[in-house]
């Protein structure tokens, strides 16, 4: 018989599991991805952590990241969540393997359940992928891809303008449409089919993405095909939390204001309080509740 390995933090099973599910992003895009798990799994308690102090992801390097993420890995371990989702496209592009080397509870991405559903949506087998240039920069996404289905071709364009015109509510304006015509031309006379919107924040421009690259092309959001895939994980680990009515709660890195301000828009809730914390790596963190 082998040695018994020494367990990584969140090696627990047991059938029906009332522990949270930590789900993190670098800011508020997040909750569009929380917003799906919370529709499919309603039973679930749910624990969002946005790292609001640090937002954007997008523009940083891989090394920067990975430490982001192994901090917030650290901070939901020290709370007991059963699994973990990294909402954030930047992150899971980056810092998935990592983190799935250090702990054992399911730790799902966006980009391989996004990249899975494009896979299986395309006829024409042309996908284009949007995402911050990070994301569009690690190859995450393509690599994803081409492991279902080697035959596809990529199309990838960085659209970092999306993320503020999101924040700022600017989803459908005459500037939102100019920039997203600046951004999908090449994509749209590439003749894609479908198009991963390989980033928190697009959703909330997806009509205006839509309208631009007309009807013939499918709009994959990473978000809901990520929660079918923490539905199959759990399920398959006995991990559901089997009655009752889940709920939600919300800590930040920096002052939770402008957070709750425009949660509700990413949320389709309102996210009526938040709690700040500091992040302390390795050492777990503190918390402060400034806001409720
Ligand atoms: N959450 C990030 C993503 O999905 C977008 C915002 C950022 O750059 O941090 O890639």
Not at 41 to 62: F, H, I, Q, W
Not at 106 to 116: K, N, R, S, T
Not at 169 to 187: E, I, K, T
């Amino acid at each position: 018989m082998s040695p018994e390995k020494p367990k990584k933090p969140g090696a627990r099973g047991r059938a029906g599991d009332d522990r949270p599910i930590g789900v993190f992003d670098s800011g508020v895009g997040g909750l569009t991805v929380l917003s799906s798990i919370a529709e499919l799994l309603p039973k679930e308690n749910l624990m969002y952590l946005g790292d609001t102090a640090r937002v954007p992801y997008g523009t940083k390097s891989a090394e920067t990241i990975n430490a982001y993420a192994l901090e917030t890995a650290e901070f939901f371990a020290a709370r007991g969540v059963k699994a973990m989702v990294i909402a954030c496209n930047t992150a899971s592009a980056m810092a998935l393997p990592m983190l799935r080397e250090r702990f054992s509870m399911p730790i799902l991405g966006v980009v391989e359940p996004g990249a899975a559903a494009a896979a299986k949506q395309t006829v024409n087998g042309r996908v284009g992928v949007i995402g911050t240039e990070a994301t569009m920069a690690s190859g995450a996404y393509p690599q994803a891809l081409l492991s279902v289905n080697p035959e596809i071709e990529i199309f990838t364009r960085a659209c970092p303008l999306f993320v503020p015109l999101a924040e700022e509510g600017w989803v459908d304006n005459d500037v939102a449409r100019r920039v997203v015509a600046r951004y999908l031309s090449s994509l749209k006379a590439s003749g894609v089919d479908t198009l991963v919107l390989g980033c928190t924040h697009y959703p909330l421009l997806g009509e205006a993405i839509g309208r631009y690259l007309g009807e013939n092309v499918d709009i994959i959001d990473s978000a809901a095909a990520t929660a079918r895939a923490l539905r199959t994980a759990l399920r398959r680990d006995g991990l559901l939390k089997p009655r009752g009515r889940g709920e939600a709660s919300f800590f930040v890195t920096d002052v939770p204001d402008r957070f709750m301000r425009l949660g509700t828009r990413f949320y389709g809730e309102s996210v009526s309080s938040a709690v700040r914390v500091v992040l302390r790596g390795a050492e777990g963190f503190a918390g402060n509740n400034v806001a409720g």
